[in-house]
């Protein structure tokens, strides 16, 4: 029975993933993901902006993040809901009492959240000074950065948890 633990678990982080994609993808077009999108992406950012370079006046046109000398249009897939994803597939296949994982997926929430708009930041200020690094950042850098921090956060959750579980050495010495 052991050796089908990590199956199973595969086979859950597989199907909560593809599963969280395919109603993301029905959610196209849809109050969701202007919601998502428009509101909770593109309006905190200007938010942001705002509070961190006012002179720039940055304002938000549905899924725009519009300035003078360049914004940035955040589509689907920008807004960081793949990598919450995986993070969500992942707690669904972690070996965690039911509160842990969920307190983990809510602090995964904020955490990707949080990641995701440093991203866009990020690339709000690359565009505007210097679109090579704009390219990389948005073609390799950020994603590879945003799904590496997710993992460790992931990894940071799950493994303290363990810990919590296991006698102390002082009490196992007792």
Sequence with gaps: MRSTRPVLRGLIFLVVFTSLQALWGQA??????????????????????????????????????????????????????EVLFLLAAAFAAAPLPARRRWLGLASGIVFVFALNQARILALFYAYR?????????????????????????????????????RPSDASAAA
């Design 28 to 81: 196209r077009g849809t109050a969701v993901e202007r919601l998502l999108i428009q509101h909770a992406t593109v309006g905190s950012a200007v938010a942001l902006i705002g509070l961190m370079t006012p002179q720039i006046r940055a304002h938000a046109d549905g899924t725009r993040i519009r300035a003078a000398g360049g914004g940035l249009n955040i589509l689907n897939g920008c807004e960081g809901v």
């Design 129 to 165: 000074s210097d679109r090579s690094l704009f390219d990389l950042l948005h073609g390799t850098a950020a994603p590879v950065i945003l799904i590496a921090l997710t993992a460790m956060f992931f990894l940071a959750w799950a493994n303290d948890g363990r810990a919590s579980r």
